[in-house]
């Protein structure tokens, strides 16, 4: 571990995921701290590859910066702003639910990072509560573009082959349609779950989450935390709307945290609509 690779000395395993293994390391030349994320698997090297040309030509203040990425001794090294903060799933695991004022202000900061990534042609596709940390001052830090991809790179999915974490899948992903509505509607997965401390799609089979998740069949939030307000629960309706060409667009989400009157009014066409998703055949 002692060993610096290209003046980096690791100094902490951060952990493991999709991609591969993260440590925390100390570049001496510049004094900074970062994350390296490290490929394990050969095969993966293309994904990894793309993931870094991705994150490395965004800039945007929720978004993990991408310093550098290098191959050494065989590994492909992705160099990332070390982000200190636990992720809103470790959050929400060790202290439940977050207040609305929390959650509304994370939301827009993510939502704001979406419409940022989807307005270069971005889709994000693996957007999770493990994939957001929260920062110093409450800052949202969006991680891990392991899956994003621009949308005119190569497919690196084989036909049939799903990605994406099943819980936060979009009802179109599971027919293998990925859009930056797919992204919209995985915000809505994570406000639902960042304001009830609950996945809107449980199940213990992946047929039964797919099910739930074709007919957005989602317990209403309220009655798991009934302090709610109308204007959360129907922020949470109009991202996990069924058809991708009715749900809100990033954009609008932002527009509505910042005029939470325009979710005032009920949308009567929009529950109708629900309501036959729910139960046509
Ligand atoms: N830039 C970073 N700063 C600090 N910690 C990070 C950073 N990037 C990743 N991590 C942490 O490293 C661990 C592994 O992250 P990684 O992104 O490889 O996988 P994951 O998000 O856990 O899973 P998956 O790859 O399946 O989405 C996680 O605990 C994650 O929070």
């Known amino acids: 571990m002692n060993q610096p690779i290209r003046g980096y000395t690791l100094t902490q395993w951060v952990g493991s995921g999709g991609m591969g293994e993260v440590y925390q390391a100390y570049h001496t030349a510049t004094q900074r701290t970062v994350a390296i994320k490290m490929l394990s698997r050969v095969e993966q090297a293309e994904r990894f590859r793309n993931e870094a040309a991705v994150q490395a030509s965004l800039r945007h203040p929720h978004i ?9 001794n065989n590994l492909s090294c992705l160099v990332l702003e070390y982000i200190e903060g636990p992720t809103i799933e470790q959050y929400i695991k060790k202290s439940g ?6 959650a509304w202000n994370l939301l827009a900061q993510i939502a704001s990072a979406m419409d940022y990534l989807h307005n270069r042609g971005i889709v994000h596709r693996d957007l999770k509560a493990g994939n957001v940390k929260i920062a110093r001052q409450g800052k949202a830090k969006l991680l891990d573009f392991g899956l994003a991809r621009f949308a005119n790179s190569p497919k690196l999915t084989h036909e ?3 990605i994406g974490t099943t819980g936060s899948m979009a009802p179109e992903q599971f027919s293998g349609q990925s859009s930056s509505a797919s992204d919209c509607w995985a915000l809505g997965v994570l406000l639902y779950e960042m304001l ?5 799609f449980g199940g213990s089979t992946l047929s039964e989450i797919s099910r ?3 007919k957005a069949d989602y317990v209403a939030p309220q009655k798991l935390n009934p302090r709610l307000s109308k204007a959360s629960e129907r922020l949470i309706d109009k991202l996990l709307t069924v058809s991708p060409d009715r749900r809100f667009t990033a954009r609008q989400v932002v527009e509505a ?3 939470p009157h325009l979710l005032d009014s009920p949308d009567w066409v929009g529950q109708m609509r629900k309501w036959w998703d729910r139960v046509k055949p």
């Open 196 to 200: 009830t401390g609950q996945s809107p």
């Open 160 to 162: 049939g082959y799903v």
């Open 212 to 214: 739930r998740i074709q």
């Open 64 to 72: 993990a910066l991408v310093y550098e990425f290098f191959v050494e």
């Open 257 to 259: 945290l910042r005029h």
């Open 97 to 102: 639910p977050l207040s609305e004022e929390v």
